[in-house]
């Protein structure tokens, strides 16, 4: 059938339906859910694909996550691609599946009349694996193998039913079993709603107007990204930044990136990237891939409908065994987590040189990843994970936002109440953080402050995180944001700091003090208005001498009021006029 004369009506109504089916998934899998990390923080991800395994639809969820969602739908059906109706492959190798142990990958089959007519599929993360540390996410690992049970495409469901066999190997290699598998109950019933939506649609509007649909938004999409790379100026754009360490090593690690514009595609080259390391920052491909998709998403326009059709004009150069592209068995724990926003970093630095009216300054470029668990007073164990927010990075025409998660991931905040209620801890302290937004004509956004008390005999933690030495990068004059920093208070008071990666052992009436990164600032501190500036010491953003000493503005500290004349003075000074 013609584009032309296709029913654009039935078209828009079937593109809503696939999105919103792909999102509803979501729903049922957040609210059936066990562990926190899925039902509060929401640590999960759906997607919707053709019978060619192409992307056709995907929730507002995790960059991450559906980045590689693609990637793993692509692999995993080629590695057992033998599926039959009420089946459905289960896997979380990095080397298969796009990310890393603790992501789940679940992908089912949909079948109208005997045939496949698409897949669904979700990804999300458990908050045990197995592996050397609970959590399984250690900041100090050599290889794969310990970071926990490498599940390759497996059929866990087969004609509606799990396999038991496969669920009792699962359950007796981590910590907390009926949390894990009341998770993957949970995935199942996604990839169940998400089977039945496409099955109603399609007897609502029939198969091949469904199947012409499909194909219509994917060349809408692509029609679409081509026009916004053809309005960017042709030629050739590098850029790089630096992990500040491997986890194992103090050295600081490179990504580099080259962009070239050129007839209607875009070419990401990673020539001159580091190697592959021996610690956990190594990035699975699927996980790099979903870096790109995501950058070009948001500084084109993001209201493109997000599909196979977006990335037709990509074209990748990514070394083998480089940090963005690492074999077997090169651990990745890390690399989803922190190296993927790294990535993000340095595309978007890239971009500044192209359009640089649409980029903002760096964010604080890590997920701050903590994971601890151990045994309760009456021996049960317990395991809990999560990422803070920081601030994101000031831009053209506006502030950065105040503790937020940036660019790779999309989760929710995990409310104390949530935590005290299911896990050994006391929160002592959780506030934005003053100063850590870099100064600029539009303010960084402030880093968070998160404190907690452990109220078990022990318990094993890890932290992998980044920007604790090199701080998010300013724009067009702007400072950099404030580094992370950790802390561990303890029960004697005496306080010790502690690296971004590392995993350590704390005892009952310890406190984990966490200090994230700020956003970097946009624009001369120097240009911000003074009003602006009161307000943000008002909020408690910036304290009364960073406004006097950084932005030259003079406040009365009894009053709160601004003093224009002085003001006038100490900027023209500090200027240099």
Request: with cysteine.
């Amino acid at each position: 059938m013609n584009a032309l004369k296709r029913d654009l009506t039935t078209i828009e109504v079937i593109k809503g339906a696939l999105i919103y089916a792909a999102e509803e998934m979501g729903i049922a899998l957040k609210k059936s859910a066990y562990s926190p990390n899925i039902k509060e923080r929401m640590d999960h991800s759906c997607a919707i694909f053709d019978s060619g395994r192409r992307l056709i639809a995907q929730a507002e969820h995790i960059p991450v996550h559906l980045g590689s969602m693609t990637f793993a739908v692509r692999e995993g059906l080629r590695y057992r691609g033998d599926l039959e109706e009420g089946d459905m492959l289960l896997f979380n190798d990095p080397y298969i599946s796009g990310t890393h142990l603790p992501d789940l990958t679940l992908v089912a089959p949909v079948f109208y009349k005997s045939d496949i007519v698409g897949y669904v599929a979700n990804k999300a993360h458990h908050t045990d694996i197995g592996g050397k540390t609970p959590g399984s996410i250690a900041g100090d690992s050599t290889e794969l193998y310990q970071e926990g049970l490498i599940i390759p495409p497996v059929k866990f469901v087969k004609e509606g039913e799990i396999d038991e066999e496969l669920s009792n190997f699962i359950k007796v290699n981590v910590r907390t079993p009926e949390v894990q598998m009341g998770d993957l109950r949970a995935q199942i019933a996604a990839n169940n709603l998400g089977i039945a939506r496409l099955i109603e649609l399609i007897e609502n509007y029939g198969l091949e107007t469904v199947q012409d649909a499909m194909n219509a938004v994917m060349d809408y999409s692509e029609r679409r990204v081509r026009a916004e790379l053809e309005k960017m100026p042709e030629g050739t754009y590098t850029a790089s930044d630096f992990l500040e360490d491997t986890g194992n090593e103090e050295n600081p690690v490179e990504i580099k990136v080259e962009i070239a514009i050129k007839e209607g595609n875009i070419i990401f080259d990673y020539e001159g990237t580091s190697k592959q390391v021996n610690g956990p920052v190594n990035a699975p491909l699927g996980v790099t891939i979903a870096g790109i998709y995501f950058t070009l998403v948001s500084v084109t326009d993001p209201n493109i409908p997000i599909n196979d059709g977006c990335f037709r004009p990509i074209i990748l150069n990514i070394p083998k065994r480089c940090l963005l592209n690492p074999e077997r068995p090169a651990p990745v724990a890390g690399g989803n987590v922190e190296t993927s926003q790294r990535n993000v970093d340095v595309l978007l630095k890239a971009f500044s040189q192209i359009i640089p009216e649409r980029i903002p300054a760096a964010g604080q470029g890590t997920m701050n990843n903590v994971s601890l668990g151990g045994l309760r007073e009456d021996g049960t164990p317990w395991t809990f994970y999560e990422t803070i927010g920081g601030g994101s990075g000031g831009r053209p025409g506006s502030d950065g936002v105040d503790g937020v998660h940036v660019n790779m991931t999309n989760t929710m905040n995990t409310p104390i109440e949530a935590i005290e209620a299911y896990y050994p801890i006391r929160f002592e302290s959780y506030s934005l953080r003053p100063d850590s937004g870099g100064a600029g004509e539009w303010r960084g956004g402030c880093g968070i402050v998160r404190s907690w008390t452990l109220l078990s005999p022990t318990a094993t933690v890890s932290i992998l995180a980044e920007r604790n030495k090199i701080r998010p990068w300013g724009l067009n004059g702007g400072s950099p944001g404030a580094a992370g920093e950790y802390m561990l208070r303890r029960a004697d008071g005496s306080m010790v700091k502690l690296p971004s990666k590392c995993t350590l052992r704390v005892y009952k009436g310890e406190t984990l003090l966490i200090h994230t990164p700020g956003g970097g600032g946009y624009g001369s501190p120097l240009k911000r208005r003074p009003e602006y500036v009161l307000k943000d010491v008002k909020n408690g953003f910036v304290t009364i001498g960073s406004a006097e000493r950084v932005y030259g503005v003079v406040i009365n500290p009894l009053t709160m009021e601004l003093n224009l004349e002085e003001t006038e003075r100490l900027r023209s000074k500090m200027r240099g006029d």
